[in-house]
């Protein structure tokens, strides 16, 4: 993430070189910033050892602050944080359990924990960060229900990957060229171990786009772009 922000600062320094400061500054605070960050931290945080849920949360939020703040000192004003993932749906977690779907409860509860505390951060971070509109995504949610209630969104396979090679969910394996590919993959919520497909992606940026409280606050993204 420091990587990517350093790779914004100097595109934003190039957009200032070419349009100069003022048209750049009006650009990049009406423009719209998606992050999508966390759910690998949560997903390989169990393999830290003997770690205090709270404390690791903790600094990770801590750590993604000081990002987000560096963002906003960069002119970016109108910026959409997606949560964790409900990370126990994934094949990739699943198989390497050995168990049903949503059976890791550890990891599920470590997200839920990052996600509370995520969203509390943005709504701080919109408060005290004068002009900022800081959007929490509940891609957890989303997501959650796209899984749950998945043959009503026309998919067969809720928690197997499209992409797999070996794994009862094809999970165990990335996506490479060695790997099957399913016969229909809009049949299937996942591509491979750990990425949604497109047809599961579409659904949950439509509900993110225009949908409720219950998935995206303080307001949607539609509002957002508008605002």
Not at 25 to 37: P, T
Not at 133 to 153: G, K
Not at 160 to 176: D, K, S, T, V
Request: net charge negative.
């Amino acid at each position: 993430m420091d990587k990517q922000v350093d790779y914004f600062a100097k595109t934003r320094q190039d957009i200032v070189s070419r349009i100069g400061a003022p048209a750049a500054q009006a650009l990049l605070r009406n423009s719209l910033y998606f992050v999508m960050i966390g759910s690998n931290d949560i997903m390989f945080g169990e393999y830290s050892l003997a770690f205090d849920f709270n404390h690791y949360v903790d600094g990770v939020v801590s750590k993604f602050k000081s990002q987000l703040t560096t963002l906003y000192n960069l002119d970016a004003r109108k910026i959409v944080v997606l949560s964790s993932l409900k990370v126990g749906f994934t094949p990739f977690e699943i198989d390497i359990h050995f168990c049903g779907q949503d059976c890791v409860s550890t990891l599920n509860k470590l997200a839920e924990l990052y996600n509370s505390k995520l969203k509390s951060l943005l709504e701080d971070l919109t408060k005290n960060l004068s002009g900022s509109t800081f959007v929490y995504a509940d891609y957890y949610a989303v997501a959650e229900d796209l899984i749950n209630n998945y043959r009503s969104y026309d998919f067969e396979k809720a928690n197997h990957a499209c992409c797999e090679l070996i794994g009862r969910h094809g999970g165990l394996f990335p996506c490479l060229p060695v790997c099957r590919i399913c016969p229909d993959r809009t049949k299937y919520v996942f591509w491979d171990p750990f990425h949604l497909t497109e047809s599961a992606n579409l659904i949950v940026a439509k509900q993110l786009l225009d949908g409720g409280l219950e998935y995206v606050s303080p307001i949607n993204i539609r509002q957002l772009a508008n605002s």
